[in-house]
């Protein structure tokens, strides 16, 4: 598409909900309600326009010191994102709330992701140069993660396993999920397929299932070495690993490292 140039008319984008959105371009004071596109906000060299962000944007260190911090992504302190003047607001369908985000919308461009695919992080980091003006950057670093996850290649002996993301109650990442996506392209079959989102289950689901690997996440919930004596209780035949929770699930320019972390770790559990 043909882009309007600086300080020109301003832009109108369909996001990824299929919401037209009108936004001064190129924004100046942006604020992202998502931890995984704040840090891509940063990598395409525009943190200096990034002027509120959430308590969990933790990524790069200085995101929380330069910038205000509005809340989480579940409550928002709308007084201060007021107070901020923001012409573009970045969130995404699940990691924030509905009602926020339609009260936010009201006042001002409200751009939102929706995102359980690679293919729709791919689109999102494309989508958010374009509205950004930073399309080269984020063209650029979407074709070096498509590249990265195609030398994956395909698996011929894919591994059962069941990822959790929460403790009391116990909870897994599902179907529908990005984390299933990354499970599937990375050689393993989900253990609750058969299951949408992220479900309880109980530990006697969890026998019942028997994964060969099961995944303990480093967040949202963060598991610990300590916590792995639990699992093997019940499954004592499993493999159960503490994994980096950032690279299954952040969708953001973070995924280049994810190949990498994904093809390494399977490797080490065929040798295991």
Partial sequence: MKLPAIHSLPLTLTDQLGRRVVVPYPPQRIVSLVPSQTELLFDLGIGARVVGVTKFCIHPSEARQQAAVVGGTKNFDFEKIAA?????ILGNKEENYQEGIEQLAEQYPVWLSDIS????????????GILTATQIKAEALEQGI?????????????????YFIWRKPFMVAASGTFIDDMLRRTGFINAFAEQSRYPEISLAQLAQAAPQVIF?????Y????????????VCSSA??????????????????YSAAYFRELHQNLLSS
């Fill in 216 to 220: 303990l996440s480093s967040e949202p």
């Fill in 117 to 128: 695919t690679l293919e729709e992080a791919l689109r999102m980091i494309r989508q958010v």
């Fill in 222 to 233: 963060p598991f610990k070495e300590k916590h792995i004596a639990e699992f093997t209780e």
């Fill in 146 to 162: 498509a590249e990265s996850f195609a030398t994956l290649g395909p698996v011929t002996l894919p591994i059962s396993a069941a």
């Fill in 239 to 256: 493999t159960i690993r503490i994994v980096d929770g950032e690279l299954f699930s952040w969708y953001g320019s973070r995924l280049r």
């Fill in 84 to 88: 901020l003047q923001p012409d573009l």
